[in-house]
Structures are given as structure tokens and as C-alpha cells.
């Protein structure tokens, strides 16, 4: 069974950073593996990505709202993933949850969730 941990949230002022880390865990479990995200919950109480990176790291993608402010980076030895977010504003207030998946040889998916983070940005 794979456990995620998040850490890192907090509150910061606008403009500031912070960083967030993700820990996978679990008997037996490899974890290059899993493609690995954040996602942040919305307003209307959905979540929305965040930032995605691929088993070995070669492929990142962002939310649309990102624009440059983020960087998502993982760390097999670690067993970590890390989200660094940068100027941040007001609208990034949220709770930030990590998420892992793992597609298996007969194409089925493990999917497991952390149990999230919150990020308060404010003066």
C-alpha cells in the first residue's frame, strides 16, 4: 500500500515562496513507478492540476494559471517530489494535494492521494 505525505504548506505574503514536498512510502513499492502531480482544490470544490511530472522526470506539464511561477522536480533517491511555487498570489490560497499513478501491464491504474496541504496567501 503506497502512503503520501505533503509538507511545506503554510502561510506566506504575495509575491513570496513556497516550497512543497510530497513523501511516497510503502513496503515493497519502486517509485519510478508512479507518474506523480499536485492538484489544488477549486472554489466549486473540484481539483484542478497543478503540476505533473512523468516516472523518470523527462516530461512536466502545468496548469494553464501557472505561467512560469512553478516548477515541479522529483528525487528518486528521496523518494520525494517537490512543487517550488513563486510569486504567489492571493488566488493560489488552497489546499494542495499530491497524487500518484501508476499504470500496471494490464493496463489497470493504482491511484492514491495525499491527504493535502493548505497554502494561505496573504498580507
Known amino acids: 500500500q503506497v502512503q503520501l505525505v505533503e509538507s511545506g504548506g503554510g502561510l506566506v505574503e504575495p509575491g513570496g515562496l513556497l516550497i512543497l514536498t510530497c513523501t511516497l512510502s510503502?513496503?515493497?513499492?519502486?517509485?519510478?513507478?508512479?507518474?506523480m502531480s499536485w492538484y489544488r482544490q477549486t472554489p466549486q470544490k473540484y481539483r484542478e492540476l497543478v503540476a505533473k511530472?512523468?516516472?523518470?522526470?523527462?516530461?512536466?506539464k502545468y496548469g494553464d494559471f501557472v505561467k512560469g511561477r512553478f516548477i515541479i522536480s522529483r528525487e528518486s533517491a528521496r523518494r520525494t517530489m517537490s512543487l517550488r511555487m513563486d510569486m504567489l498570489q492571493s488566488e493560489d490560497t488552497t489546499v494542495y494535494y499530491c497524487y500518484a499513478r501508476r499504470v500496471n501491464p494490464s493496463y489497470s491504474t493504482d491511484e492514491y492521494w495525499g491527504q493535502g496541504t493548505q497554502v494561505t496567501v496573504s498580507s
Open positions: 511530472i512523468t516516472r523518470y522526470g523527462g516530461t512536466k
Open positions: 510503502g513496503s515493497g513499492v519502486t517509485f519510478t513507478d508512479y507518474d
